[in-house]
């Protein structure tokens, strides 16, 4: 029976706590058999081979991290198993680049994660009484920690396959604090909360930040109020935007409505965000001349923002920022919410229905590389179709049209998707072109023909030696995940064969 229940032990752990009963089950089996060994060799085995590749999405990989933790220190309550079992876990996360991201980006958002990995943050803010620190496993006071444990006087020992790293009893069920400790530092994970935070004010723009005040307050009680000060700053300029936009909007009620060609600008629907530049995380700026009618809208503004506050003044940032704008196409209008950037490209279309993006680049002084982005999204929506293609000296001489069918339109992605999907794609063609993925996976076919399994360092080395000298270990990072991805590569406890 405990031998049939260890087969299946990776779903168990997964479905933890639905599977509680059968993780109850399997401890009392473990009492009276002596599988402890060969149940962490198992489990061990099915999370590297079904966790720890390249196809599994980052954020299911810290889902499955923290439902072992669970399921296995309800198992093995001295946490010895859960170490011997998460190790290649933690190992594996410690190298994506997007673990940081997306604990932080789980913690805080309104997912059903969320509210599980804010429920155990809370239980690791209280777990000890004024103690909000990270425990290090070399320098923790065990009899501080001895004293904190209401249960001192059922003290055992550690069991024997427990790891001479092992940490205390206390943080090892801490499953925040493990979180954090991956990388053993909390500053990447401030850093991160502060441009995820960012991010996040910069595409809000109803001023309610109930919710993002809760998580800070949460946070600082973690990792302190001092490393957190940049944060609540930006917090802070967000209520004071609130503040001064009802003062000036007030003043611009009283010009009313201002129509300029066939552009309707509602005083009463302007916000803007005012920002202490210093404590924000750096701002991507595209530089852009806007429309005439934008221009406009924002020097009134300025002037009663100078006003109001005496000696300062505003310096707008054109590519951030909200617009939304409606679009008659035949008889229908289609409703939009995008960046200044593409209201000034697709504004363009009215005065003048074809462009060569080179020089709609000229025409909006701006990077026609950058331009050809903004279009694209236009394209994807079926406003603008290409209608040629072609380039000279690396300079996009596109030709995109008005589209006057709204039947084509295609409002299926937003703005958000297209630039992710455009960032991907970008990325791809930098790091290797198609006929170097081509090349260099003939080398790498020969060496695991030869060589059997070998791990990333071992592939990288002898590519540099036989295709090329330059080639970076990224660049062959690209290369097996692709391969694993298409499924010519297995991937398995660091090393890469071929799947045959």
Known sequence: YAQCRIKRLFEI????????????????CL????????LVRSLRLSVEERLLHPGVNTSDIITAYVSAIKALMFLDPTGVMMENVCEPLKKY?????????????????????????????????YSYEGNMDIIDSNTADWAVLGAKNKSWRVWQ???????????????????????????????????????????????????????????????????????????????????????????????????????M???????????????????????????????????????????SYEAFKGNRTLVWKNSLGLVKIEVEIGRQTFEFEVSPIHVAVIMQFQEKE????????????????????????????????????????????????????SSKLN??????????EQEKTEKVSDVLKENEINLYWNFTQSMLRSGGCLPLERIHAWLKLYANPDLTIEQVKFLVDLKTKEQLLKYNAGLYRLNK
Not at 13 to 28: C, E, M, R
Not at 276 to 297: G, H, M, R, T, V
Request: hydrophobic content about 35%.
């Open 93 to 125: 996360l410690r190298n994506r680049d997007d673990t940081v991201k997306c604990i932080v980006s789980n913690l805080t958002d309104d997912s059903e994660s969320s509210n599980d990995l804010m429920e155990e943050f809370c239980k690791d803010l």
């Open 354 to 405: 074809t462009w060569i993006v080179c020089e709609l680049a000229q025409e909006l002084k701006m990077c026609s590389f950058v331009l050809k982005k903004k279009i694209l999204f236009w394209k994807a929506q079926g406003l603008l179709k290409q209608v040629s293609n072609s380039s000279e000296d690396d300079v996009p001489n596109e030709v995109y049209t008005l589209v006057k069918d």
């Open 157 to 259: 020992p550690e069991p024997v396959d427990s790891p001479p790293d092992s940490t205390p009893d206390s943080s090892k069920a801490n499953i925040i604090s493990m979180l954090v400790n991956i990388y053993g530092s909390k500053d990447m994970f401030v850093n991160e909360y502060k441009s995820l935070l960012g991010d996040r004010l910069l595409s809000s723009y109803s001023f309610n930040m109930e919710k993002e005040i809760r998580n800070l307050e949460l946070l600082k009680l973690k990792f302190g109020e001092q490393n957190l000060f940049a944060c609540e700053a930006m917090l802070k300029d967000i209520s004071e935007s609130k503040r001064i936009n009802s003062n000036i909007l007030e003043q611009l009620k009283q010009t009313g409505v201002s129509k």
């Open 261 to 303: 060609s066939n552009l309707v600008v509602n005083a009463n629907n302007l916000k803007c965000l005012i920002l202490s530049e210093q404590f924000w995380p750096k701002l991507k700026e595209e530089k852009i001349d806007l429309p005439s009618e934008l221009e406009q809208i924002q020097t009134r503004f300025m002037k």
């Open 31 to 38: 009492v009276k058999t002596n599988l402890r060994s060969h």
């Open 13 to 28: 752990v997964i479905d933890f706590p639905d599977s509680k009963n059968a993780v109850q089950d399997l401890k009392q």
């Open 411 to 420: 409002k299926n992605k937003n703005l958000v998707e297209i630039e992710e």
